[in-house]
């Protein structure tokens, strides 16, 4: 599977962005896929993931409420759609594809990643 993360930008605080991650590969729709985001100086976190059917999904507590993750298999995407945005979102964000067949948060269970793409959030 190959990821590509799209859709990351300047935006002020309490904006939305909605992230996108392209996919290529036959077993994309049989993978579960996480978001994941890295500050300057921190390690990279979990953020959100849904399962291959798209029927379950799990969140950060962080980011509960806020952000919403969908996908389209037919179009081998998924998304990440960012409301109320704060300063302390900003981070590079990553899209990641496993086969393992639970909610994954730890960067160490998924096998596939995309390169990441800039959300900067200003107060």
């Known amino acids: 599977v190959q990821l590509q993360a799209s859709g990351g930008g300047l935006v002020q605080a309490g904006g939305s962005l909605r992230l996108s991650c392209a996919a290529s590969?036959?077993?994309?729709?049989?993978?579960?896929v996480g978001w994941f985001r890295q500050a300057p100086g921190k390690e990279r976190e979990f953020v959100a993931a849904?399962?291959?059917?798209?029927?379950?999904?799990y969140y950060a507590d962080s980011v509960k409420g806020r952000f919403t993750i969908s996908r389209d298999n037919a179009k081998n995407t998924v998304s990440l759609q960012m409301d109320s945005l704060k300063p302390e979102d900003t981070a590079n964000y990553y899209c990641?594809?496993?086969?393992?067949?639970?909610?994954?948060?730890?960067?160490?269970?998924?096998?596939?990643w995309g390169h990441g793409t800039l959300v900067t959030v200003s107060s």
């Open positions: 590969g036959r077993t994309f729709s049989s993978s579960n």
């Open positions: 990641a594809a496993t086969s393992l067949g639970v909610l994954a948060t730890s960067t160490s269970n998924y096998e596939y």
């Open positions: 849904i399962t291959r059917s798209g029927r379950s999904t």
